[in-house]
């Protein structure tokens, strides 16, 4: 009989159960503390229970893990002097949705080399989440492949859900699960009604296929997210991060119906479409919109800020080819540059504070 399965597979390397990981490298009580206490501070800034402003910082994404570090070392002791204003979130991103083609995250080729040793890729990405955490900061991811939070997840304050996955039916029924705060990203056209949509749906109860704790296949089924909200990432016609661009992204969220953070505000993703990919450019989006806090602007609970250790952007090669401590995604602000910016974000809320 000739075969009808798996023609153009050319491999089935099975991975180690989640739970077997989780053993592993145990999350342990003080990390799963700061875990809860962020998820619960996360959560109040985005339901307007909280006056404080919500940032998520970092790398566009991890390939580095000594780098990676070496930037949570530096974040912790600002974001704990600017913790009355501020609620500090450190993007650790380990998962890169391409356009085309292109290298995926430090989860699928930790060795940036086309070698692909997930086993590796995923080991690793953990042992960075504990030591992102054990530097006294909470920790942001994209989720992408809906079976890696099995492996990460308990370690994550702040989810997100990307442009190009923002309509997607696995990724929403994958939100609903998940058990901290998650940003849908508007649709890469500058759709906001995807984000409200991918928000709507996640809230619901869902049933899909999964994977438990084991590793095996699992009828999962989920009581909704009632934490999703939205983000403005800006799109292929331009930025949307200005204030009528605020106004109108919170009026379309605001007939979801679903109150929350969907409705109290919205975060912008100072990065992306809002700025060109220019991190030049991304440091003005900033400080444009530290003033409009200044002023009293209300409905921005959040900011996403793409930053490393150096300023800009390199190819994808073997560790000892790169530049230490600059991006290999998207152009990154500098550190100097980012401790500079949430100086700023910090006194704008204090103002805002106090008018």
């Not at 086993?119 to 504990?130: I, K, N, P, Y």
């Amino acid at each position: 009989m000739a075969e009808t399965s798996d023609l153009r597979v050319r491999a089935l390397d099975p991975l180690p159960a989640p739970r077997e990981m989780r053993t592993r490298l145990p999350l342990g009580t003080t990390r799963s503390d700061l875990v809860t206490t962020s998820r619960r501070e996360v959560r109040d800034v985005l339901r307007g229970e909280d006056d404080r402003l919500v940032v998520i910082v970092g790398p566009c994404s991890v390939h580095d893990p000594a780098a990676a570090l070496d930037y949570a070392r530096r974040l912790a002791p600002l974001a704990r002097e600017l913790a009355e204003d501020l609620v500090v979130v450190m993007r650790v991103y380990f998962e890169k949705p391409r356009t085309t083609v292109g290298w995926k995250g430090l989860i699928n080729d930790p060795h940036l080399d086309g070698s692909h040793d997930v086993h590796h890729g995923l080991h690793l990405a953990r042992e960075v989440l504990l030591g992102v955490l054990d530097a006294g900061v909470p920790a942001a991811c994209e989720f992408l492949e809906p079976t890696s939070p099995q492996y990460i997840a308990d370690a994550v304050t702040w989810g997100a859900i990307g442009a190009r996955n923002a309509e997607s039916q696995v990724h929403r029924q994958l939100a609903s699960g998940l058990s901290m705060p998650v940003g849908f990203k508007n649709a890469t056209d500058g759709d906001v009604q995807i984000a409200v949509d991918g928000c709507i749906t996640a809230a619901s109860e869902h049933t899909f296929f999964g994977a438990d704790a084991e590793g095996r296949a699992a009828a999962v089924e989920t009581a909704g997210n009632p934490d999703c909200h939205v983000i403005l990432r800006g799109g292929r016609g331009g930025p949307n991060y200005g204030a009528a661009d605020v106004a109108a992204a919170l009026d379309v969220a605001r007939t979801s119906g679903l109150g929350g953070p969907v409705e109290a505000g919205l975060v912008v993703d100072a990065s992306h479409g809002n700025s060109g990919k220019d991190h030049v450019r991304q440091a003005e989006v900033v400080r444009e919109i530290a003033a409009r806090l200044a002023e009293g602007e209300q409905g921005i609970t959040g900011l996403m800020l793409e930053s490393f250790l150096e300023a800009g952007a390199q190819k994808p090669a073997p560790l000892d080819q790169l530049v230490y401590g600059q991006s290999v995604t998207d152009k990154c602000m500098d550190w100097g540059t980012t401790a500079e910016l949430l100086a700023v974000l910090a006194a704008a809320v204090r103002t805002r504070r106090e008018a």
